[in-house]
């Protein structure tokens, strides 16, 4: 998230520029009973076709794995080939700084990890509070930097802002309702690197909203990409500059949408993930 650009939500599927709007099927909640419209039965059956053939080459791959994990050479093992953001073999890292993972490597993966986290932490329900935004910039910000970031976002999170995310305008949730802010990393990308700096785009799929009944800013979807220039500083990976845009953004499915009160019970019961390669 960028200053100025925090939770951008966007329309129109894959450039096309047309919208589509879902009605609720019943009143009271708003959440409940909007469903797209149905797709046809030989769509549905494709789609079972795929996924049990997937299941199929992945039991084969793993059946014919093998047990053997030997040295190819004295002190070497067989690199596998990776993709963006497939799994490397490595422990992720336990340090942690104001509940944010630190102590990535220094190196290509390190960054990758770091800006995978480093999204979370600034999509997160704590930035909307002053104080815990402000620890959340001094943990993942050069340190020369986070005076500008700071002055910036307290420009970009105005009372207004907070009333337009069904937020009280000092950033308290209302009584009785499940103030929702994630942001979950669907893949990182390294475009440039050195031995000190590296900039990594981390695709982003992010909630946000108010659950509750008769909310009036309901918890909705969206689809981003932020692009992290990173540098080497104080023994860790920071940002020093970041971007956000909209994208890519995939069709919506045939799901229905949950409840104002599955929503909030789902925030709260479920816990966010250490990222790391």
């Known amino acids: 998230m960028s200053p100025g650009d925090e939770h ?11 919208t589509r709007t879902r009605l609720p ?42 047990g053997d994990a030997s040295p190819t050479a004295a002190g070497t093992t067989d690199k596998p080939e990776t993709s963006a953001t497939a799994p490397t073999g490595k422990r992720p890292v336990k340090a942690a700084t104001g509940g944010i993972a630190t102590g990535f490597a220094h190196d290509r993966q ?8 480093y999204a979370v932490a ?24 986070v005076p500008d970031f700071e002055a910036t976002l307290d420009k970009a999170y105005t009372p207004q802002f907070n009333k337009n995310v069904g937020l009280n305008e000092d950033g308290s949730t209302p009584k009785g309702y499940t103030f929702v802010s994630r942001t979950t990393p669907v893949g990182t990308k390294v475009t440039e690197d050195s031995a000190d700096s590296a ?15 008769n909310s009036t800013a309901p918890v909705t979807s969206s689809w981003f990409t932020i692009t992290m220039e990173l540098q080497w500083s104080d023994d860790g990976w920071k940002i020093a500059r970041h971007s956000q845009k909209a994208g890519p953004t995939p ?15 789902a925030v709260q019961e479920y816990g966010g993930f250490t990222y790391a390669r």
Request: hydrophobic share 40%.
């Open 8 to 18: 951008q939500a966007t329309g129109g599927y894959g450039g096309t520029g047309q």
């Open 110 to 117: 390190g960054a990758e990890s770091a800006a995978a986290n």
């Open 199 to 213: 900039t990594v785009e981390v695709w982003c799929s992010g909630l946000l909203g108010l659950a509750g009944e």
């Open 25 to 66: 099927e019943g009143g009271g909640d708003v959440y409940g009973g909007a469903r797209r419209g149905g797709r046809t039965s030989s769509s549905r059956s494709l789609v079972t076709v795929v996924g049990v053939v997937v299941l199929l080459i992945a039991a084969i791959a793993f059946a014919n794995r093998g």
């Open 251 to 265: 069709i919506p499915g045939d799901d229905r949408a949950s409840s104002a009160e599955e929503m909030a019970k």
């Open 122 to 145: 600034l999509g997160s329900a704590d930035m909307f509070d002053k104080a815990k935004r402000d620890a959340i910039l001094r943990a993942v910000i050069v340190p020369s930097r």
